[in-house]
Nanobody, 124 residues
Framework: QVQLVESGGGLVQPGGSLRLSCVASGSTFSRYAVGWFRQAPGKEREFVASHRLGNTFYRDSLKGRFTISRDNAKNTVYLQMNSLKPEDTAVYFC???????????????????WGQGTQVTVSS
């Protein structure tokens, strides 16, 4: 079992940057695929990015602005968000799974483990 704890959210002005962190428990973290999702009020949870076996995947509309990375020695996955826009406002969730396949990674229901989320608000 994996427990995930996100941090790094907050209020940022349009055009600004934030880096989210997600710390995982467990010694086998390196074997897990990890992902970031977000959920805005009244909307479904949507895929942001994921990292599996050295490969990264992104929501098409976020390519070039968001970057996912991981440090297995620290059991941590990061989401660097640049050039933030008001429409990026949402609760951002970290997810992990040891058996997920690439074709399912964009589906929130396919992931086994979730963090509690961290709020990101982009506003002037």
């Amino acid at each position: 079992q994996v427990q995930l704890v996100e941090s790094g959210g907050g209020l940022v002005q349009p055009g600004g940057s934030l880096r989210l962190s997600c710390v995982a428990s467990g010694s086998t973290f390196s074997r897990y695929a990890v992902g970031w999702f977000r959920q805005a009020p009244g909307k479904e949870r949507e895929f942001v990015a994921s990292h599996r076996l050295g490969n990264t995947f992104y929501r098409d509309s976020l390519k070039g602005r968001f970057t996912i990375s991981r440090d297995n020695a620290k059991n941590t996955v990061y989401l660097q968000m640049n050039s933030l826009k008001p429409e990026d406002t949402a609760v951002y969730f970290c997810a992990a799974d040891s058996r997920i396949i690439v074709s399912s990674m964009r589906e929130a229901s396919a992931w086994d483990y979730w963090g509690q989320g961290t709020q990101v608000t982009v506003s002037s």
